[in-house]
């Protein structure tokens, strides 16, 4: 029995590998070929379809872009809930909604099986580092048997409470990270056309009060930061697609429970009109091209 591993985009692909390398039996699979080349490039066990790979895993880790893709993946018909063996222990590490996480979470249950939501943060060099951070939602017998797993895939992890909790953790990270992102790219353009060197800015803000995780590991500026998108034309990381999604549902969640977000709302609504002008698969860091246009 292997662990099952969908959805090997940006994110997938490092943690299904981090997995490998560890020498779990992995078995992957994803709708897109392209995205299963890093997979087939140290000969992993590609799945044909999903149905079989929830044939052959006693855990699924799924890794996916929204609420809808998690819900079609583990609800369908010939889905995950459907086709895998009893007490198979479910892992959703996407970002979604807290609701659709709750849902997906009870229908697994009606089968017996466990699942936790356990989204993460740190990104495509966090994935590959294996040093992410998982916040969980979910029983705490069911967070025991993925400790292992999510222990070989990241650094931190943190049960956030039940089911659902996770996401709720994500989100308010996330919105924070928008709005920080949003803060760097202001500063930022503000300080070129004030004449100073960004170089020279990075240095003292990176040492002032105005630091942020955003600005030292995603500066939008090229030629700083190793590793930052800035230095390739912005290819993503983390698209701004997913951004806008992640801003958006922070919205919803905070409608939800009448909580006041005013820079969280700005911020979906700038991510929202970037996104729309054909810049969805750009990194997030590249809001800056909005915001200094
Ligand atoms: P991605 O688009 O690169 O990867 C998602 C993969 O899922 C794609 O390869 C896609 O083909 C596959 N997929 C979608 N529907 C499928 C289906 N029905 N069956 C099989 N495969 C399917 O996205 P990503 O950047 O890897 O992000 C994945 C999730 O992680 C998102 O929820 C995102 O918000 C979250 N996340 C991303 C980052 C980041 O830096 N990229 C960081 C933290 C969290």
């Not at 000969?43 to 819900?71: C, F, H, K, Y």
């Not at 990176?206 to 600005?215: D, E, H, K, L, V």
């Not at 409608?255 to 009109?273: E, H, M, Q, W």
Request: a negative charge.
């Amino acid at each position: 029995m292997a662990i099952g591993f969908i959805g090997t985009g940006n994110m997938g692909s490092p943690m299904a590998l981090n997995l490998i390398n560890a020498g779990y039996s992995v078995v992957s699979f994803d709708r897109s070929d392209k995205a299963l080349e890093s997979i087939k490039a140290v000969n992993g066990v590609i799945a044909s379809s999903l149905q079989e790979l929830a044939m052959t895993a006693e855990t699924v880790i799924t890794m996916l872009p929204t609420g809808d893709d998690v819900r079609k993946v583990y609800e369908n018909e010939g889905g995950v809930i459907e086709s895998v063996a009893d007490n198979t222990l479910l892992i959703d590490c996407s970002t979604i909604d807290v609701e659709n996480a709750q849902i997906v979470a009870k229908k697994a249950s009606v089968r017996g099986l466990q699942m936790v939501d356990a989204p993460v943060s740190g990104g495509v060099t966090g994935a590959e580092a294996g040093t992410l951070t998982f916040m969980v939602g979910g029983s705490s017998e069911a967070l025991e048997r993925s400790r292992p797993l999510l222990a070989t895939m990241g650094q931190n992890i943190v049960h956030a409470g039940k089911s659902g909790s996770g996401q709720a953790a994500k989100l308010c990270n996330n919105m924070m990270l928008g709005i920080s992102m949003i803060a760097t790219s202001e500063a930022f353009t503000l300080g070129q056309k004030l004449g100073l060197d960004p170089k020279t800015l990075f240095k003292i803000i990176s040492t002032a009060s105005g630091s942020c995780w955003a600005m030292q590991n995603h500066l939008p500026i090229p030629g700083i930061v190793e590793n930052a998108a800035s230095n390739a034309d912005f290819k993503a990381g983390f698209a701004v697609a997913m951004m806008a999604k992640d801003l958006r549902l922070a919205e919803l969640a905070a409608r939800s429970v009448d909580a006041s977000t005013p820079l969280g709302d700005k911020a979906a609504d700038l991510y929202t009109s970037f996104e729309k002008t054909g810049n969805q698969n750009l990194d997030y860091s590249a809001i800056i091209k909005h915001i200094s246009s």
